[in-house]
């Protein structure tokens, strides 16, 4: 017994060193798209009130023009909008610290990844931003975001393997150009909006090949109940911090909004009390064949960003007049 321990052990130690050195040695992708997390910290710390800040996921980073709705209601924008499988429990706890007195926080929470799902990340997406931001926070998890990072190692050390086979070719970051679309931090401007997709044709979002009849089906939405406790807590948390918070609909396509149905969402709120969107769910629904990859997706091409933001710019404008921040 005392032998097979120690094997154990020794193998144990064997796996963590190979790891580490897989994680670590292989210098990380400096373009990766989760890099793009250190660059809404920096805007978000330098940005001059008076601000808007967008926290959502990447419903907010594709479909969002920040110049497009600031120029409309005279305040700084700020989108840190990013990735769902990150989870809003990870980046809610995080962006705290940098709300200031009067601010104007708008939170568009993932209905599937948030609100069905728990908000606590998922496990390729977490692992990927440990590595992208240097642990940041690593120390201040809970225990499902570990549990996601421990089970996303072995499957980054075989990216990182594969990375290293073809450094010689394609070195060791994702190049800025590419023929097709690829999820970069360089893709992103200086308020923090995905905008290298707003120039694929318009078109993309009508050339398809999969039939749209598989996303029919209608999944009422798994509402988990502790997640809902902890957006309570955190908009309490916020609203201490600064002016006023709101609660926004995710952006969605009109097949995933109906695949995905908020109204359970919408009933949490009712049952729990003190918890309301700003607007009603079908109000931040827009046409599938604005879609820039494929029908049904909630990424939208240009033209559905400047209509997305046009409408974002007219709920924040009525909103802050009627709480007369204006």
Request: aromatic share 16%; net charge neutral.
């Given at each position: 017994m005392k032998l097979f321990l120690i094997k154990l052990i020794t193998i144990s130690i064997l796996i963590s060193i190979v790891f580490s050195l897989l994680l670590f040695a292989i210098p990380k992708d400096n373009n990766a798209y989760l890099c793009e997390y250190n660059k809404k910290i920096?805007?978000?710390?330098?940005?001059?009130?008076p601000r808007v800040i967008l926290i959502g996921a990447s419903t907010l980073a594709?479909?969002?023009?920040s110049k497009q709705i600031a120029d409309s209601i005279g305040y700084n924008v700020i989108n840190m909008g990013l990735h769902a499988g990150i989870g809003a429990k990870y980046y809610l706890n995080d962006y705290i610290q940098y709300i200031k007195k009067g601010d104007i926080v708008v939170i568009s929470p993932s209905y599937y990844a948030d609100f069905s799902l728990g908000g606590n990340g998922t496990t390729e997406t977490m692992i990927d931003l440990m590595v992208s931001t240097g642990c940041r926070n690593l120390f201040k998890l809970n225990f499902y975001q570990y549990k996601h990072i421990i089970e996303g190692i072995p499957f980054f050390c075989f990216?990182?393997?594969v990375r290293f086979q073809e450094s010689s070719k394609k070195g060791w970051n994702t190049p800025s150009e590419n023929e097709e679309f690829k999820y970069t931090a360089s893709g992103f401007?200086?308020?923090?909006?995905e905008q290298s997709h707003w120039s694929i044709p318009y078109r993309k979002g009508l050339?398809?090949?999969?039939?749209?009849?598989?996303?029919l089906s209608i999944d009422t939405i798994y509402v988990d109940r502790s997640f809902v406790s902890f957006l309570r807590k955190t908009l309490e948390i916020y609203s201490k911090k600064?002016?006023?918070?709101?609660l926004m609909p995710e952006i969605r396509s009109e097949l995933l909004y109906k695949k995905y149905n908020p109204s359970t969402i919408v009933n949490a709120f009712n049952e729990v009390g003190g918890l309301r969107f700003l607007?009603?769910?079908?109000?931040?629904?827009?046409?599938d064949s604005?879609?820039?990859d494929e029908w049904g997706s909630s990424h939208f091409c240009r033209k559905g960003v400047t209509l997305i933001s046009d409408k974002y710019s007219h709920v924040l404008y009525e909103c802050m007049d009627s709480l007369r921040v204006r």
């Open positions: 920096d805007i978000i710390k330098h940005t001059p009130s594709f479909n969002i023009d990216r990182n393997i401007n200086k308020y923090g909006d050339d398809i090949k999969k039939s749209p009849q598989r996303w600064t002016t006023y918070v709101f607007v009603p769910p079908d109000e931040m629904v827009f046409p604005l879609g820039y």
